[in-house]
């Protein structure tokens, strides 16, 4: 019965002696291990957000996940609409509805430029390379005919307007995860959004 004592006595600390050193050597890889609790676990939340966002964007580089996110804005915008032209936009219960439709395309459209702009893909500069129908108008010189009386087709991205120059406070370096933060949401007027197009 001793000896079976001993035995445990030496297997408890060989086992104490591992497990402290295991974890000395675990905190001296991984310094974050050495916060408190609280902490680490902030630390661990921010940069598991910031990862979701990294992924997030390189899913929306993808030109199926862009055309998958342009037409879910185009759905949520008819869905406006006929709430809209239905006279409902005040109505009680639709206008949380609403209120948060808006708030969906917005995050959707967020997402879309930060995938857009992870894939480098530019925004068309001719009405040609805008769609199909475009590129008919250009083959056929359609915007040769409209300038005689001084029109011009050019491709949404392209059209300018003078307020929306003076509006545009975005900052190129802000992260997706600054621009749809609530104080900046909260703020945001869509009416004045310089890159919000109702036809986008």
């Known amino acids: 019965l001793d000896?079976?004592?001993?035995?445990?006595?030496?297997?408890v600390d060989n086992l104490d002696s591992l497990?402290?050193?295991?974890?000395?050597?675990?905190?001296?890889?991984?310094?974050a291990l050495k916060e408190a609790t609280p902490e680490l676990l902030e630390t661990a939340k921010d940069t598991t957000v910031t990862y979701a966002e990294y992924a997030?964007?390189?899913?929306?580089?993808?030109?199926?996940?862009?055309?998958?996110?342009?037409?879910g804005d185009k759905g949520l915008q008819v869905v406006t609409d006929a709430l809209k032209l239905a006279g409902l936009e005040e109505s009680k219960h639709v206008k949380p509805v609403l209120t948060?439709?808006?708030?969906?395309?917005r995050h959707a459209r967020a997402v879309r430029r930060a995938g857009a702009k992870a894939a480098g893909i530019e925004p068309a500069k001719t009405i040609g390379?805008?769609?199909?129908?475009?590129?008919v108008a250009e083959i056929v010189g359609l915007n040769f005919f409209l300038s005689v009386v001084g029109l011009q087709l050019v491709p949404a991205n392209m059209q300018t307007n003078a307020k929306t120059a003076e509006l545009d406070t975005t900052i190129e370096e802000e992260t997706v995860e600054d621009k749809l933060s609530n104080d900046r949401i909260a703020s945001y007027v869509s009416d004045e959004d310089p890159d919000f197009v109702p036809g986008d």
């Open 3 to 11: 000896t079976a004592k001993e035995n445990v006595a030496s297997a």
């Open 19 to 31: 497990a402290c050193e295991g974890l000395d050597q675990l905190t001296s890889k991984v310094p």
């Open 56 to 71: 997030k964007e390189y899913v929306a580089s993808y030109s199926l996940a862009q055309i998958a996110l342009k037409l």
């Open 100 to 105: 948060g439709i808006k708030t969906i395309r």
């Open 129 to 135: 390379e805008a769609s199909l129908l475009g590129a």
